[in-house]
């Protein structure tokens, strides 16, 4: 099982006027936690849209926030894929403070496969490997 | 039981490649939605934080995806108190396009009070009457 | 030659750790300050981009930035055309604060009309005279 | 004369319905090239923040947009300083494609040294050196 782990630094844009990061950015961290969960499975996210056309809608996500994170933190984005059907992904997220390992928050988003028409559509074969789907 | 709402129209900005509106700015007019709320029973969110010092900090928050919503569309955030304490509120939220009332997507935040320090703390007896909390 | 005014409300989102709006988002307002002119003008921008596939890409922007806006301010976005040919218009913006009146901000921004294929093109003749676009 | 190099990869928030990065993110990239070059001058922006209450608030930013960042594309960011004084520093960017050396865009930022208050301060001269000030 692919464990990735993403690594970015809070932008100053990201805090608001509590002092620490606005809730909404680490949905967005976890994007970038996703994009290295699928290079780590020698997938490239932009070659899978460019290429086969197919999409990761956002079905659900949710996120559990423990400590706040705060300007200039490096923060890492542990990343799993829970379960993966040919219609469905669903990703686990940790994120941690890399100065000392503290988890700031955990969560997930669960996707669907869409066709460019945004249609749900099924994963093209050639990427079942990668996503560990073994029948459909 | 108040059920507030807040009307937005989708900015460009909001939109990503794929033409409709990126995930995590649901979580952006959930703001707007509570904002409205406390509006509504009579509290400015802006005079909590800068007269009493009482910050709403995020302890979770989940979004459910139904239809995705465009550019330029007029959204509509309804938005409910699930559940009030003196240290904790659940705020419901359901996001409809304004045009045809299609529900876009529902979700909840969780959210625990704290003082100006970042430390947890109780909701002043004052706002008691406007988040319904009848004992403590 | 058409003023249009926007209007919008500070969002939690959009402040930082200094407590005031983040920079960019200015740029942000200005959006919403030439949609809300080309409205006036009598084009709608979703469909000027969905019909005739004519983009308005952004060639240069500036921004002057005079006062801080704040959480929760109402603020008013004066916008107009400064200059408008076949390739590319100007569009001007005054932000101020509606409170008080005070300037936040002013600048402009400088567009080229793309083609759905983002190759330069002139504006379709149509739009011609809701730019006030005399002579080609 | 300090050119600093910062480096960031293409979120897909950042990308708007044109299949480009809306244009106001460059102004977030502006940030991380600043803090870059801060860091290359032996000061943590953070720190001269946290420890002296010093803020770098924009008076002033501009861009002039070359071509189109997609999304994944990898961003260098160059920074240089213009003009500094104990009231005020100009930075420079250059925002190229890593890949292949293009430049996407150019622009600046003209900053005005404030303190804890918000009000116009100088820059202590602890700093001087950094900023390559020599005389007040």
């Not at 949905?27 to 936690?33: N, P, Q, T, V």
């Not at 000392?100 to 460019?116: E, I, P, Q």
């Amino acid at each position: 099982m692919i464990t990735a782990e993403a690594r970015l630094r809070v932008r100053y844009v990201e805090t608001d006027q509590m002092g620490i990061v606005y809730y909404s950015n680490y949905f967005i961290w976890m994007e970038l936690g996703r994009v290295e969960w699928c290079r780590a499975a020698g997938i490239r996210y932009r070659d899978m849209e460019a290429e086969d056309g197919i999409l990761l809608a956002v079905a659900e996500a949710q996120c559990r926030y423990a400590q706040p994170a705060r300007y200039d933190d490096e923060v890492l984005v542990e990343t799993t894929v829970r379960e993966a059907h040919s219609r469905l992904v669903t990703f686990d997220y940790k994120m941690k403070r890399a100065e000392d390992g503290a988890v700031l928050a955990t969560g997930f988003t669960k996707h669907v496969f869409l066709g460019k028409n945004l249609e749900r559509t099924r994963l093209p074969k050639k990427y079942h490997t990668a996503f560990e789907i073994s029948r459909i």
